[in-house]
Structure formats: C-alpha cells, structure tokens
C-alpha cells in the first residue's frame, strides 16, 4: 500500500469536512439489516462505507486501529445479538475483544467513542438505519480524527 | 494456497447496474462506470440497464472474453441474493468464482440515500473503489466437495411437517418425523371442519396421517423432541429423546425441515375473556362443535381481530376472516347438528331468554326502507326479520374489513350474508366491548354506519385472535442456528426470493411455523420446502465454500488460544504440537484469525491484506 497521491476526501476538517466511517459489517445479520434498511427505504447519511466479514468475532483489534490510522474518523462494528451469531459464539469473543480495543483507544488519547459495536439482526432495518444516523452525528461532534491533522498518515 | 495467476497481469473489468431507476434513479451510474476506468488495474468498466438480466450477464461473459479480464467486480443489489448468479456466470466464461467481488451500491446506497443524488453517487464510487482494491488482491480457490449424507430431519407433525415428510419419502429417501405430542395431525385435530367444505377436519387429514405412518422410508417419532443438532449441510448428527425417557437416538441426516407450526393467541381479561364464561376463541369454539357440546344459544358474536393488526401483535393472521366466515355459516346451516349430543346428553346451558331479534332502530330502518320501495306493509317486515339466520339464531361478525382472499372465499362471503350472517365495522379507536349487564352478556358497539351507540344481548362471544409463534420455537433456533423474526415466527432467507430457505444451508421451514397460512398453503410450502431439501441428497454431495481458516505451520508457535476460540472444534495439533484446520468442519467465520497472537492464520477471501486495502480505498482516494 503506498501513501503517494493520497487525496483525504476533507480529513483536515473545517469547513464542509464529512465524517468518513467505516463498518465492519457481519454477513449473517447485520449486513442482512443494512439490506433490509435499503428495502425499507430507511434514509441514513451517506458518510459510513460497509465492509462485509462473515462474523464479528473476525474483527481484529488492528482493523480499527489501522483504519483509524488510514484516516477513519470512526470505526463500527456490528454483528448479531448475542446468541444468535451463525457461528455461535463469534460476537461473543467480539464483545471481549472490542471492549480492549475501546480501552486502548481511550489510552491512546483518541477516545474510546470513535469506535462502536452494536448488535443488529436481519429484521432490524430501522435500528441499523438509526444507528448510522447517531453514530455518524456523534462523529460529527467529535470532530475529524486527531490522528489525520495536518493530514500525515503512516499509510 | 493455489495462485495460479500471481505473475499476470491484473485486468479488472466493473460493471455498474442501473437496477432500473432502482439505482439509475438516485445515482449517476454512467459517472460511476467512468470512474471506475480511471482505477488502476482497470480494463473495463461499463454500466447496465440491468446486470442480472440476460444482456446483462451475456455483457459480462463477451467482456471477460474480450478484454482477457481475470477479475470482475459488479456493484450492484446484494451479495446475499446476487452473488451465486454473478459467480456462475463468471465460470462459465472460464474464469474461478473467487475471482469476482461484489459491491452493494442498491440497499447500501442509491435506497438509502435517495434525496441526495450528488452524495450517493460519490459513495458509489468510493464503494466501487473498495471492490476494485478488494478484487485485485483475490486469488482463485478450489471448493471441497462434501458427501451428503441421503436422509431427512423432519420437525413437527402437523399438516405441513407430514406433507413434507411423505414427499421426500416417495423420493426414496430415509426420513426421520419428530413430533413432540402422542399423535400425528397438529392443529388440525382441534378444528371442525375445513373451509371450503364441511367434512370432519381429522377425517379430511386421516389419509395423510395413514400413508406417512405406513411408509416404509418415514420413521415417526411421538411424543419426541430432538434434543441436540451438530454439524452443516449434508451432514447433521442430530438426537432425538422421547419426552418420558432419556435414552436419545442419533442419526445422521442431510437436510432439515422446521414445521413446528404455531398456537392460538390468548390473553385474560381480552374482550372478557377467561373473565365471562361465553366468551371463547376461534378454537375453543371448533372445539365444542367438534365435541357436539355447543351451549344453547341465540345470539353469537364473533370479534375479528381480536388481539392482532396493532391491538397486541402487530401482523394480521390471515385465516380468522375465513375461518370466522366457515363458522358462521356453520352455525346457520348446522346449528342442531352441532348441538347434537349435549342436547341429548342434557348437558346444553339452560334455555336462553328470547331476545328480539333485531334493535329497535334496525326494525326500525327496515321498515322505512321498505315503505319506501314498496308502499307500506307492516307484515313484509315482519316476514323479512323472520327470515333471519335459522329463525333461532342471530349471527353477527364484528370486524375492521374482512378479508376473504382467495379464490372460493368471496363467495362464501357472500353466502353468509345471504345467511343474514351480519357484518358489522369497527375502528380501532372504537372498539366493541363485551360487559357483563347483570347476569346478561353485552357487547356494547359503536355502528359505524348507522354513528349510534349499541348495545346487543350475546349468549356466545367468540374471538378471531392470531396464530402466534410456537413458545418453545426460541429452542429451535438456537438449536439449528436459524433465526425468529421479530413476531417470533421464524424468518427465511429472504422475504420475497427464498420462501422456505433458511440462512443456514441445508435447513428448510414451513407451514404455521413461518407465519399465519391456512392448510392449502401449508401444503404447498410443505412440498417446496421437501423439493429444495432433495436437492442436495439428490446430488450426493455439496460443494463447500471455499472460505476457510489456513494456518502457517511456518509461523503457529501452537499456543492452542485457536483451538479454544473456535465455535466448531474445526482445529487440532498436530504431531508437531502446531495447530491444523480440518476443512470439512471449518465455516470459515474468522474467530481464530483475528485471536491467534502470532498472526499465523489467513482467512481465505478475508485476509487481514484484502479488509485493509478495503478500508484503505475507502477512506482515501487513491488505491
Ligand atoms: C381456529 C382455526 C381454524 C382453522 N380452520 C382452517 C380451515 O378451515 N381451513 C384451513 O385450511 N386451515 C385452517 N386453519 C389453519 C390450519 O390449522 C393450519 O394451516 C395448519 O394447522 C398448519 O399446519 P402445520 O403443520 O404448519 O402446523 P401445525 O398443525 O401446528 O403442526 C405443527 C406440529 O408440530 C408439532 N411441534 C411443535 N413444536 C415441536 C417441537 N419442538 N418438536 C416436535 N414437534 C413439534 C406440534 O405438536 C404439531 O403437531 C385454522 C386454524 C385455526 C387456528
Ligand atoms: S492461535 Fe495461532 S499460534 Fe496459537 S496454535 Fe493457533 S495458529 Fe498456532
Ligand atoms: S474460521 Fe472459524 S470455524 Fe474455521 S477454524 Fe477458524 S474459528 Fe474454526
Ligand atoms: S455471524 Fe454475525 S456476529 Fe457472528
């Protein structure tokens, strides 16, 4: 992955700066509400890109970190509710690992609130849709990633 | 892992779907496909009115041809009801399936973003960029083929679960019916007769109950449950425990049908029920027919809706008209019939005041309207309220609009008021209330029509509530990994495409457990849930998907942190002591690659590599 000719869509801020939020998005349910929200023709703002994995429990700690580093202002997570993930227990080990993940992102001064899991299943349309809606104003609130300012990346 | 390609020449080819206005509506699709040419790795790109139409997939395959494409992304609809069709036509332009990468620019964007045309399109390319980024760094995999065990699971004896049974059966292959009471025949062996005839329910389902017994391929299993489900398509190894006993039986079965159907709503106190004694629900009312111990009665009432279409749950349950319309004409036509035994037996409630027929101001209305057509003549109405249902008995259908659907079903609607069967509307804010008036039952109404206040003597009140989901379907699902919807009726696949697929391949559901259905259409699900379960035991075997744990001997330290994260006990050790992934177990979900510490593990076609060069794209311009 080379860093050179990198344009940030508006990482610096300011005026006219867009959140830009990446999900990872499990297959089996959440992926399956973002699909239902579509059906449903649940309007949401368009700054969250999904990223499809088979399961929550797929999502390493480094993900969120890296992407983070590429220049996400936030970071979300979700998968089924517990006790229904397609692989058992996938969210469950998702749970444990986000909460560290979340942890160290306080540590490290970027703030545990740019991240979030939330769990959504194949029926849940409008709490996908809502989530994108509140976790995109928080972002905004938040402001862009202090990581990008001045627009350096390790890319 | 095989990269037969690695040295060539990346070529992509993207094709942008217009999906109709679907997406061409609220996205600028042509922008996107000239977008996408400017990508590295690029060779292609074009838009179409609609991909997965003939021309459209036909465009794909010429291009492939054409352009020499080793990598195809199609942004379009969704990779869960899309992906197969792109993927077959991709191989059959000679090119491996796992070559092609599929973007969601439809539910993910151009209907969510719909009053933002400018922003949605720049998402879609950003999302077409992650699909490029995410296709380049692919590489083609070979998919195991798994035996398939050639024998069924089938879940619940009713209607449906029989159905389906006796279908796969005539088909030559084993199948084992768990039904959890002492008998076979569900629901039905509670009700009456069935719409649209008026022969014994049990009588009618007798047949099948005796060919699925004596069917050399159908094992039966009463008064069972199964206790315990392990494995995937093709291969489930599933327990059976009668309930009085312990000892379990285990088979091994290739396909599995849910038809657990569902039970009746009930709540205290709703319309007075459990509350008055003559106030009883559709069932409870077959039931008394059935037994022939009807009280005596004048003037029975039925409450449409009772308890669904927002009042408790909110879908409505689709029989109750025609059923409530059955009923009623049952009552008209058979009344002494259903009186029957108890009349004999003596033990019929006590003769029931006579009540007039019809309130004063309808006798009233009738009078006026028939002066009006024809003169006067007190006597003509007098001849037309004796008219009335049975001349004993006064039938009246509460409800908020029926919905008699179906072919033969108008007509029996029709019937029934033919029957002076009387149909009278509510709104949900005003609904009938049944009250006890002294030792009377009331059912005080608003009359929507007439806008009077109204109150009418009831002998028999009886409540059209839904079809509502098995208590003990929660077990089910988390017993074979499918999911309940939020009315708790489990959910297929896909509410228009896939009627009777469950997510989980190899898993099928009918019948009352999906949702409201009457018997015909039980039937039908029954036998389309058996044809989609034959598929793979017709074919001996599945092809697993490719998408599985790989472990780098090279790097594993054998820790074992994998081998306890796994839900499927899909990795062992070695001799060596290094951890090893058994294919045919593993479902390729990811849990050990994103815990094991040294990195050792790859996911195939999720690579740590290919999600950040997704999330790479999408946050920046340049890939
Ligand atoms: C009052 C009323 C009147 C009706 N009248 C008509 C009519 O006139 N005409 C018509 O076409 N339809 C009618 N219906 C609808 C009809 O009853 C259903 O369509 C039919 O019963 C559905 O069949 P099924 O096999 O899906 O479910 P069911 O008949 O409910 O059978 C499900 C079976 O699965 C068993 N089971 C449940 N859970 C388990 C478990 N965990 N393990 C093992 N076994 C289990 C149950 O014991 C049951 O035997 C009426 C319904 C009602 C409520
Ligand atoms: S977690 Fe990683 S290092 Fe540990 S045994 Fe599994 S593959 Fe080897
Ligand atoms: S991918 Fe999932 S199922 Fe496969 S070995 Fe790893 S943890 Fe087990
Ligand atoms: S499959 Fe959705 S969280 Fe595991």
């Known amino acids: 992955m080379s860093s050179e000719g990198e344009k940030k869509p508006g990482s610096t801020g300011g005026e006219g700066w867009e959140p830009n939020i990446v999900a990872f998005c499990c297959n089996w349910c959440s992926y399956a509400g973002a699909d239902l929200a579509g059906v449903s023709r649940f309007q949401y703002p368009p700054n969250i890109k999904v990223i499809r994995v088979m399961c929550s429990g797929r999502v390493e700690p480094q993900f969120v970190l890296r992407a983070l580093e590429l220049g996400a202002d936030g970071v979300l997570i979700t998968g089924c509710h517990i006790g229904d993930c397609h692989y058992l227990s996938g969210n469950e080990k998702a749970e444990v690992r986000m909460k560290m993940t979340a942890d160290l992102l306080e540590m490290l001064g970027i703030g545990r609130d740019r991240m979030r899991l939330e769990w959504i299943s194949a029926s849940e349309g409008e709490k996908f849709a809502e989530t994108m809606r509140e976790f995109t104003e928080r972002i905004r609130e938040l402001g862009p990633n202090p990581l990008t300012n001045g627009g350096e990346d390790s890319g | ?165 006796h279908s796969l059966a005539k088909m030559g292959f084993p199948v084992h019916l768990v039904e959890k009471e002492k008998e076979l025949g569900g629901f039905v062996r509670n ?69 657990t159907g569902a039970i009746e709503y009930t709540k205290e106190a709703l319309y007075g029920y459990n509350v008055y004694k003559n106030v009883v629900t559709l069932t409870e009312f077959e039931i008394m027919c059935k037994n022939k111990t009807l009280p005596k009665v004048k003037n029975v009432a039925f409450i449409q809706c009772a308890g669904s279409r927002g009042q408790d ?63 006067r003549e007190d006597e003509e109405v007098a001849e037309e309220v004796k008219r009335g249902p049975g001349e004993r008995i006064e039938v009246t259908i509460f409800n908020r609009d029926i919905m008699s659907y179906g072919i033969a079903h108008e007509l029996y609607f029709n019937k029934a008021r033919e029957k002076r069967v009387r149909f009278v509307r509510y709104k949900p804010d005003r609904r009938p209330e049944v009250i006890m008036d002294g030792d009377k039952l009331m059912i005080k109404y608003f009359h929507e029509t007439l806008a009077v206040e109204r109150e009418m003597p009831v002998d028999l009140v009886i409540l059209s509530t839904p079809l509502i989901a098995q208590p003990d ?151």
């Open chain 2, 1 to 165: 892992m095989e990269n037969d390609k690695s040295n060539e020449e990346l070529r992509v080819g993207v094709f942008v779907c217009h999906c109709g206005t679907n997406i061409g509506g609220f996205v600028d699709v042509p922008s996107v496909a000239e977008y996408a040419k400017t990508l590295p790795g690029v060779v292609f790109a074009m838009d179409n009115l609609y991909t997965c139409a003939e021309d459209g997939l036909a465009a794909i395959k010429n291009a492939i041809k054409e352009h020499k494409l080793n990598r195809v992304v199609v942004a379009s609809c969704t990779p869960r009801t899309h992906a197969p069709l792109f993927q077959a036509t991709v191989e059959e332009a000679g090119l491996n399936k796992y070559l092609f990468t599929f973007v969601n620019i439809r539910e993910h964007c151009s209907w969510v973003h719909m009053k933002e045309k400018e922003k949605a399109t720049e998402k879609a390319r950003d999302l077409v960029r992650m699909g490029v980024a995410r296709v380049k760094l692919l590489s083609p995999q070979e998919e195991p083929r798994i035996p398939v065990e050639k024998s069924a699971l089938v879940i619940g004896g009713g209607v449906a679960g029989m159905t389906a049974a």
């Open chain 2, 191 to 259: 009700l009456n007769n069935l719409y649209v005839t008026t022969k014994d329910a049990t009588e009618t389902i007798m047949p099948l109950i005796e060919k699925v017994k004596s069917h050399p391929n159908i094992k039966v299993y009463l008064n069972s449950k199964v206790s315990n489900v392990h494995g995937f398509i093709g291969n489930f190894d599933v327990k059976i425990k009668p309930n009085d006993k312990d000892e379990e039986v285990e088979h091994k079965v290739g396909s599995i049908i849910v038809a």
């Open chain 2, 313 to 375: 749950v909110s879908y409505c349950s689709r029989i109750c008209c025609n059923v409530a319309i059955k009923n009623a004409i049952n009552i008209v036509d058979n009344y002494d019939n259903l009186l029957g035994i108890a009349e004999q037996t003596g033990k019929a409630v006590e003769e029931v005041p006579v009540e007039p027929k019809a309130p004063t101001e309808v006798l009233e209305r009738r009078r006026r309207r028939s002066s009006r057509g024809r003169g």
């Open chain 2, 473 to 623: 379907a929660e077990d089910i699902s988390r017993l074979l990994k499918v999911p309940c919807g939020q009315d708790g009726f489990f959910l297929e696949a896909h509410v228009k495409l896939r009627p009777v697929d469950f997510a989980t391949d190899g898993v099928f559901v009918c019948g009352t457990a999906r949702g409201p259905a009457d018997i015909t259409e039980s039937i039908e699900q029954a036998e389309a849930a058996a044809s989609r379960a034959a598929t793979p035991l017709a074919a001996g075997y599945v092809q697993a998907e490719a998408i599985m744990a790989h472990v780098d001997q090279e790097i594993c330290s054998g820790c074992g942190t994998c081998i306890d994260v796994c839900p499927y006990g899909a990795i062992t050790k070695n001799e060596e002591g290094l951890a090893e992934v058994v294919a045919a177990a593993c479902k390729g979900c990811g849990c050990c690659g994103a815990s094991c510490p040294e990195n050792a593990i790859s996911m195939t076609n999720y690579t740590d590599e290919q999600l950040m060069a997704e999330a790479l794209a999408a946050l920046k311009e340049a890939i």
